[in-house]
């Protein structure tokens, strides 16, 4: 063999005891091996001071052959001079976040064949080389986004959406059914006011969205059937009784028209990735949309504080408050035991205070942060389709216990 050699180790613990038991037998040649010069093993690994990493760059001597056995350091892109054999482990500590438990620790993990070709080209930089690979190369599949994560990227930018929650939402409309629907709630999520009302007939309005559009699961289903409502009269009639049936049902007929020039974009999208367009079935079936916002706003969830007056987050125990603008706001009949919620305000006191429906059987206190965009939900879809979010400790805790109290 012609050259010097660089020899990849996992750690730098495994690479001392390689280079401990090879230095006395290989410096002083071998007379099993007639004609071959003594090796001369030198180390190199992050800890290593400054001045003991520079010895690799030693020009070597006739009288002996350089070894390097180094860590994953040696991939950086630096010339080792004389290098000719690279002679690879196959695999790499690296650092890697464990979400189960919520630390993070240094694994040892396979290498990846882009990690292949850096450390192979170590060799033959200054003359012919040779790399061997002691095991089978896996592409770095396992390190990098996950095929659901890059639909999730992929989702969110042929959409011009700027929440992932949205987007895997929209995913999780393909598992449930429901995309029509889901993509339309999505695209209303992007209209700021879907229901306008004039200056000092708010309570009208209110009455007049809950008797044509409400819908006791929450402000989703009551904004999805306003969108059908609208969809429907854009076949029906022109654009001055189209304009005139919007401004008699209080809605935002610039904002719907906006709306669901959204939604066809995103159906656009899902016939270009090849995903299922359909509708739920039953036609009118809550529960598939219900479950789909689960799978995308799973983390914005809260349970009704014993005193009924307001929410409390799973995580956390922040307390929340429905927004006036909210269907469940005025609702006469008892909130919702478990909510998700996607919009978040910071809602003043005294737009509180002045909202119908605000006394004394909703709490003290208006609480500063509220909530809109809310449905109700059932708490045993957290266990079964977030069970990575819904998994240890007191979340799960409440959760059950919600359903032993309930069931």
């Given amino acids: 063999l012609v050259g010097d050699l660089v020899d990849e180790y996992r750690n730098r613990k495994e690479r001392f005891s390689q280079t401990k038991s090879s230095t006395p037998s290989s410096t002083k040649g071998s007379s099993s091996t007639p004609g071959y010069r003594p090796l001369r093993c030198l180390p190199l690994h992050g800890a290593l001071p400054q001045t003991d990493q520079l010895r690799i760059f030693d020009r ?75 095991g089978a190369l896996d592409p770095d599949t396992g390190r990098l986004t996950m095929p659901r994560g890059l639909r999730l990227a992929e989702v969110s930018t042929a959409c011009g959406l700027d929440q992932p929650s949205a ?84 809605l935002n007929e610039r904002g719907l028209s906006h709306a669901l020039t959204l939604r066809d974009r995103i159906g656009a999208m899902f016939a270009r990735l090849k995903l299922p367009w359909v509708r739920a079935e039953p036609e009118g079936n809550p529960e598939p949309v219900l479950r789909a916002l689960v799978r995308g706003y799973f983390h914005q969830v809260a349970r009704l504080a014993p005193s009924g007056s307001h929410y409390l987050t799973v995580r956390g125990d922040h307390q929340l408050r429905l927004h006036p603008n909210s269907i469940l706001f005025s609702s006469t009949s008892k909130w919702p035991a478990w909510i998700l919620f996607t919009h978040v305000y910071l809602a003043t006191s005294a737009e509180l205070s002045g909202a119908t429906g605000f006394g004394e059987n ?46």
């Avoid at 060799?123 to 012919?128: D, I, K, L, P, S």
């Avoid at 206190?365 to 079964?384: F, K, N, R, Y």
């Fill in 60 to 134: 070597p001597t006739r009288a002996c052959r350089k070894v390097i056995v180094a860590t994953n350091i040696a991939e950086a892109s630096v010339t080792l001079p004389g290098i000719s054999y690279v002679v690879d482990c196959g695999f790499a500590r690296l650092r890697a976040y464990n979400p189960t438990n919520a630390l993070e620790a240094l694994v040892t993990l396979p290498t990846s064949q882009a990690s292949a070709r850096q450390r192979a080209g170590r060799a033959g930089r200054t003359r012919t080389g040779e790399a061997v690979a002691l």
């Fill in 167 to 250: 987007a895997a939402a929209l995913l999780g409309a393909c598992e449930e059914g429901c995309s029509q629907e889901v993509a339309a709630i999505v695209a209303l999520m992007q209209i700021q006011r879907i229901f306008v009302t004039s200056a000092g007939q708010k309570r009208t309005g209110d009455r007049v969205r809950r008797q044509l559009f409400g819908c006791r699961q929450g402000d989703h289903l009551t904004e999805l059937n306003a969108f059908t409502a609208y969809e429907h009269q854009t076949t029906q009639c022109s654009p001055s009784e189209l304009k005139a049936w919007c401004r008699d049902a209080g």
């Fill in 362 to 407: 909703r709490g003290p206190g208006p609480v500063p942060t509220c909530v809109s965009g809310v449905s109700a939900i059932q708490a045993d879809w957290l266990l079964e389709l977030a069970p990575h979010y819904y998994q240890y400790g007191t979340d799960r805790e409440h959760v059950e216990r919600a359903l032993r109290i309930t069931g």
